[in-house]
Nanobody, 117 residues
C-alpha cells in the first residue's frame, strides 16, 4: 500500500523558516520523481518544486526560487522542503507527490503552513 505522509507544517512569522518532510512507504522511493505542491484557500493547487530520482535535477516555481530547497534521502525514503524567508503568500496546505516512470501519481494528505505575525 502506497503511503505518503507529510509533516513539519506550523505557524511561523514572516521571514521565518520551516522544513517540511514527506515520508514514503509502499513504493520504491528512489525510483520515483518527487514534487511539492501547495494549495491556499480558494485557489488551485500549484507546483512548488520537484526533484529527480537521483537528486540531479531540481525545478522550482518562480515564486519560491532562491528561498526554498527541495531534497531527498533515498536511504530513508524521505522528501524534504526547506523553506526560508517565508512570506504570507506562502501560507497553504503543502502536499507531496510521487510519480512513476509510467506516469502514475500518488499524493499525501498535506500539511498546513501558516505564515502570520
Amino acid at each position: 500500500q502506497v503511503r505518503l505522509v507529510e509533516s513539519g507544517g506550523d505557524l511561523v512569522q514572516p521571514g521565518g523558516t520551516l522544513r517540511l518532510s514527506c515520508t514514503a512507504s509502499g513504493i520504491p522511493f528512489s525510483s520515483y520523481a518527487m514534487s511539492w505542491y501547495r494549495q491556499a484557500p480558494g485557489k488551485d493547487r500549484e507546483f512548488v518544486a520537484s526533484i529527480g530520482t537521483a537528486s540531479a535535477v531540481t525545478k522550482y516555481a518562480n515564486s519560491v526560487k532562491g528561498r526554498f530547497t527541495i531534497s531527498r534521502d533515498n536511504q530513508n525514503n524521505i522528501l524534504y522542503l526547506q523553506m526560508n524567508k517565508l512570506k504570507s503568500e506562502d501560507a497553504a496546505v503543502y502536499f507531496c507527490k510521487a510519480v512513476t516512470s509510467a506516469g502514475a501519481e500518488f499524493w499525501g494528505q498535506g500539511t498546513q503552513v501558516t505564515v502570520s505575525s
